[in-house]
């Protein structure tokens, strides 16, 4: 299987991420490469920074260029999607020492767009799915191994392998519903900025981020989701509650998820939702 270990630095600016800052704010320092290392980086990374496409609603998005991602997660405090989170991801796993494939996938069904991304990390021969940047997925990695399965509070995820086309995909569900359908095609950063750009501009390709304000992360009480005005929490043998907000209030709730909004954002925000 061919490796992005040849496409690592000049090619993905992988220089361009603050990985020690990285690993700073998840509390960890360089070690050797190590399952344990792995469910750690995976597990802090979605608990530490909320999944977020605010400036894609508001049609105010800098792109996902390596050095605009690592300030704007890292420093501002700005949250992300997938293809920031798993490019911020796989970089600091390479710095790290781990073996690294970056993948991308298509959302729910086989006939959508390649507009997920997702991390393979290689360990003693073992391959992993990490997917810090899905918003409702996986806490840890899970083994890219058909009909592997890994229990959350939230459902229980499995792998599925599939053959299309010739290309190996690999089938992503919680519970009976898919989630993505990752291929291991080779990836290159235009991949990255063309699928970016679909997502956040291509409001005809049925892009969800372009008319709704989608917010969560994993916090001790389990999961937060904001879509638009409405809250829902997820938490382990409890129901799922879901909370009718005011527009004020949604904007204060993506500020508690994490997200560092300043005040022209956020009445920006209050506007669209009113």
């Given at each position: 299987?061919?490796?992005?270990?040849?496409?690592?630095?000049?090619l993905?600016?992988?220089?361009?991420?603050?990985?020690?800052?990285?690993?700073?704010?998840?509390?960890?320092?360089?070690?050797?490469p190590?399952?344990?290392l792995?469910?750690?980086?995976?597990?802090?990374?979605?608990?530490?920074?909320?999944?977020?496409?605010?400036?894609v609603?508001?049609?105010?998005?800098?792109?996902?260029?390596?050095?605009?991602?690592?300030?704007?997660?890292?420093?501002?405090?700005?949250?992300?999607?997938?293809?920031?989170?798993?490019?911020?991801?796989?970089?600091?796993?390479?710095?790290?020492?781990?073996?690294?494939?970056?993948?991308l996938?298509?959302?729910?069904?086989?006939?959508?767009?390649?507009?997920?991304?997702?991390?393979?990390?290689?360990?003693?021969?073992?391959?992993?799915?990490?997917?810090?940047?899905?918003?409702?997925?996986?806490?840890?990695?899970?083994?890219?191994?058909?009909?592997?399965?890994?229990?959350?509070?939230?459902?229980?995820?499995?792998?599925?392998?599939?053959?299309?086309?010739?290309?190996?995909h690999?089938?992503?569900?919680?519970?009976?519903?898919?989630?993505?359908?990752?291929d291991?095609?080779?990836?290159?950063?235009?991949?990255?900025?063309?699928?970016?750009?679909?997502?956040?501009?291509?409001?005809?390709?049925?892009?969800?981020f372009?008319?709704?304000?989608?917010?969560?992360?994993?916090?001790?009480?389990?999961?937060?989701?904001?879509?638009d005005?409405?809250?829902?929490?997820?938490?382990a043998?409890?129901?799922?509650?879901?909370?009718?907000?005011?527009?004020?209030?949604?904007v204060?709730?993506?500020?508690?998820?994490?997200?560092?909004?300043?005040e022209?954002?956020?009445?920006?925000?209050?506007?669209?939702?009113?």
């Open positions: 299987m061919s490796t992005d270990n040849s496409l690592t630095g000049t993905w600016h992988t220089a361009d991420f603050d990985t020690d800052r990285h690993l700073k704010l998840l509390g960890l320092g360089f070690d050797q190590s399952y344990e792995l469910v750690q980086l995976h597990t802090r990374h979605v608990h530490t920074f909320p999944f977020c496409a605010v400036d609603l508001l049609d105010d998005h800098p792109g996902v260029e390596p050095a605009t991602v690592s300030r704007r997660i890292l420093v501002e405090g700005q949250g992300g999607y997938c293809f920031e989170h798993a490019q911020l991801f796989a970089a600091t796993c390479q710095a790290l020492g781990f073996e690294v494939h970056r993948h996938g298509r959302v729910h069904d086989a006939t959508n767009t390649r507009t997920h991304m997702s991390v393979e990390v290689v360990l003693d021969g073992i391959r992993y799915l990490t997917d810090p940047g899905f918003g409702l997925s996986i806490t840890g990695p899970i083994e890219l191994a058909d009909g592997a399965s890994r229990i959350e509070s939230h459902g229980t995820y499995t792998m599925h392998r599939l053959e299309l086309g010739g290309i190996e690999w089938q992503l569900r919680r519970d009976d519903e898919i989630a993505h359908i990752s291991t095609l080779p990836v290159m950063p235009i991949d990255v900025r063309t699928g970016h750009t679909v997502t956040s501009t291509h409001s005809a390709t049925g892009s969800l372009t008319r709704t304000l989608i917010a969560s992360r994993f916090t001790d009480a389990g999961h937060m989701s904001l879509a005005t409405t809250l829902t929490i997820r938490q043998e409890k129901p799922t509650e879901q909370h009718q907000l005011t527009p004020a209030q949604a204060d709730t993506v500020r508690e998820l994490g997200v560092q909004l300043d022209e954002k956020a009445d920006k925000l209050r506007k669209l939702l009113n």
